[in-house]
């Protein structure tokens, strides 16, 4: 019986400790298995979006984190100068690997 307390009492630890680890943050909340979701940030007046521009940035177990997720490097990949709309993908699997992206939309 002892042992038993023992070991639901660790897993119960280690549980708390991995949760979240590895979450991007997003306002559908997180899938505790999969996510992944792609949410609007921003919206200008200019409405030619004739290019598109992507930055990631990843993160495994909250310990190693890496990657350039700016808008900057966004505009940089898709050759953008004005930009339109500004969205951001998450994905996460499992806590434990989670990635954010920057997708950008203009000319």
Do not use: Q, W
């Not at 038993?4 to 979240?20: D, F, H, K, M, N």
């Not at 590895?22 to 200008?44: F, K, Q, W």
């Not at 900057?72 to 050759?79: E, P, Q, R, V």
């Amino acid at each position: 019986m002892k042992n038993l307390i023992s070991v639901a009492l660790s897993v119960v630890a280690v549980c708390v400790i991995l949760t979240g680890c590895a979450m991007p943050s997003n306002r559908l909340g997180h899938g505790g298995i999969y996510g992944d979701a792609i949410e609007p940030v921003a919206a200008t007046s200019s409405a030619n979006s004739s290019k598109t521009g992507k930055s990631c940035s990843s993160n495994i177990l909250g310990i190693i984190a890496t990657g350039d997720a700016s808008v900057d490097a966004a505009k940089k990949d898709g050759g953008i100068t004005t930009v339109s709309t500004v969205d951001v993908e998450t994905t996460n699997i499992l806590t434990f690997y989670a990635t954010v992206c920057t997708i950008v939309h203009g000319s």
